[in-house]
């Protein structure tokens, strides 16, 4: 038994390592990409076009089409991708997590308004949403953000709700009614704090879960606008030289699938260290 459990806590340890060590130096490139490129991701060299991988030391990625360094390019592109998972997981967080402690704990009318709401948005499928979104409003940054948080804060609300409908039955909650301590008071200081670990686990996956999705979204046309440097947009320019020069899909591609890891990683470490019963189910 003990055995097992150090080979668990061994295993535990190096998901964290793994899993911080990839988001860590992935944030870190893409948040001084404009020191470790100072000439910009948009430079064209006509004469160094189509250039392979680790041919030249100017350019360790191989460029583009156009003559762009594709290190350059993947390492900026972060910038939006990042900026869409977090952004949005962020606004889904704020809304869901209110609307489930307002179904939860004052059940009734508002119960049933926020959870057939949910329901319903829970039947259409996402990339119908996604369609008819964009062809109403439009293909940008911040439409793709506010797509996501229309089409996530459903987690959380069903989430925190369920949460909510067991807290508020406690003897912790039950006595701070009992002194006339107000609703607002009860569900800021006892409620919110006991939701806190279920929620951030949800926010990890998801950060890396909208990655996917905004670089899916951005491959169709249906997301950021492709002028703007994004792994999605450079996977989509990509697909026309993959058989000549395949680098440009390729490391895009390998950039989102060590974010995803990375932050997949942690998520399961999270999940592991705030909810120690599930760690026997491995």
Known sequence: MASATSRLWRFSNLEFVLGASLTTVI???VIFSGLLFPGGVDKIDFMARNLAPF???AHPFGTDALGRDVLARVVAGGKISLLVGFVSVAGA????VIMGLIAGYYRGFWDMVVMRFADLQLAMPFILLAITFIAIVGGSLTNTIILLIVSQWVQYARLVRGSVLTLRERE???SAKAIGVRDWRIILQHLLPNLLGPVIVLMTLNVAN???LESSLTFLGLGVDRTVPSWGGMLADGR???QTAWWISVFPGLAILLTVLG???LGDWLR????PTGRSTR
Do not use: K, M, P, R
């Open 55 to 57: 041919t030249s030391w």
């Open 172 to 174: 912790f909650i039950q």
């Open 263 to 265: 932050l997949n990683l």
């Open 27 to 29: 944030c870190l490139a």
């Open 93 to 96: 967080v704020v809304f869901g």
């Open 272 to 275: 592991d260290s705030l909810d």
């Open 240 to 242: 026309t030289y993959l």
């Open 210 to 212: 909208n990655i996917l």
